[in-house]
């Protein structure tokens, strides 16, 4: 029986005074004096009625204390606070269950955020699951519509790409770059890919899963694809609620963009081309160029407003996609780029890019999560 409920069936019985008189009569019996009974038939009577002494009167007073004190210290050793009333008990449990849920199980998994691990020659960074809020405050400089605030929850964490995908990992895992070079997007192994479209850099990801799990180092319940557009947010915030992950304003000192600096923050170099991968400074969780140097593909079809919820991943609501004034449907592409100014590099800055087309200045990075079942595609 709950504790809650034992006190609920003796409170049918015998309420608070009912006790302290049960004490007063076990006092009087202790000292051979009437009980309560005898002193209302003595009062009856006209009889006086005898009197408890002063050391009796303080064991009548502090009986009832001990005993409330003695009760609480059980029930909060019963977990009584887990039991209290039921929506309590719900909350608790939940959060229990959210606890549970978060504790990452196996080697391959990361301890805290910003973590770092080497899988098949590409290096990766921890990030825990947990609560985030995506978009952007009403308030915030430079805000663009599809940018309401959604709250989200991650119940897995995941490793994130340290740097946007190279020219040099793609050439070790797939062979010729997917699209020509360019002034702007020049050659290099440590330069990122681009010109890349969206199936083009989900066939990187699924080549890249079974390369990892063929040499052990990539477990078979795990996999590498395209973050989804809320996995990509959280992991550029690092656990930070301001317009970009190093505050409210944002240098080209800090990432790779041409124009004017965002809300004011100090000018700084304007290379108007691609820079080398991890050439600014990583945010919180150890992550390069989450703003600036290359836009990055996202799994999830272009909605109309950040997806909300636990866990949302829209790579297959092709059929509630938001529609273009053509009547075309897009994929999500985050992070500005080297062509753009300051406010397109944002944390909560979103923009769609049909799926079949490709430019110089969209690449993407990959993400190591755990798949649905044993040995998933992307």
Known sequence: MELLSLFEVCGCFIDGFEVVGLIVD???????RPNRQERRAAARRGEAKPQLDSWNWMVVVLTP??????????????????????????????NLAQEESNREPGAFAGSNAGDECDVVGIKFCW?????FIMGSPRNEPERRLGEDQVEVTLTKGFWMAKFEATQGQWKRVVGDLPGPLTAELPEGDDFPVGNVNFAEAEAFCQKLTELGRRSGELPNDWEFRLPTEAQWEYSCRAGTTTATSFGDKLSSKQANFKGEPYNGAEPGPSLGRAAQVGGYPAN?????????NTF???????HRNPPGGTDPDLRDAESTATKSDHGDISRVRRGGCWADMGWPCRSAFRLRFEPHRRYDHIGFRVVAVRATSSGDAP
């Open 26 to 32: 076990v006092v009087a019996w202790i000292n051979g």
């Open 65 to 94: 204390i001990l005993v409330v004190l003695t009760i609480l210290v059980v029930a909060k050793w019963l977990g009584w606070d887990r039991a209290a009333e039921p929506h309590v008990k719900a909350a608790v449990s939940a």
């Open 127 to 131: 990030c825990p699951a947990g609560r």
């Open 284 to 292: 919180a969780w150890g992550l390069h160029d989450m703003h600036g």
């Open 296 to 302: 990055e593909w996202c799994r999830d079809w272009y």
